[in-house]
């Protein structure tokens, strides 16, 4: 048949705020990669803070996200949302 003649609301998609967080506080690929680039040498520990989960420890670098352990990053790592990026 296919949609009810009596809806006049079209599916509004991406209207949420947590939708378009991700395209304004994500790092762009160009950042992403300089920062892959480094020698680990280079790289320094994180540093804790408290505002972020995990104490700012459980980071991805990619995706440019913290996690609040180990587990949680590691199946982050699995996600098809990690593979593309």
């Known amino acids: 048949m296919g949609k ?23 790092k762009g690929d160009d950042a992403v990669y300089d920062e892959l680039q480094r020698s680990d040498s280079a790289k320094n520990p994180l540093p804790f803070d408290e ?9 991805c670098l990619h ?10 990053r590691d199946e982050h ?4 949302r990690h593979k593309k990026r």
Request: hydrophobic letters at 30%; one cysteine or more.
């Open 77 to 80: 790592f699995k996600t098809k």
């Open 63 to 72: 995706c440019d996200r913290y996690f609040a352990n180990v587990s949680v």
């Open 51 to 59: 505002d972020l989960p995990g104490m700012g420890q459980y980071y």
């Open 4 to 26: 009810c003649p009596n809806r006049k609301v079209k599916k509004r998609r991406y209207s949420h705020k947590t939708a378009r967080l991700a395209k304004f506080l994500r």
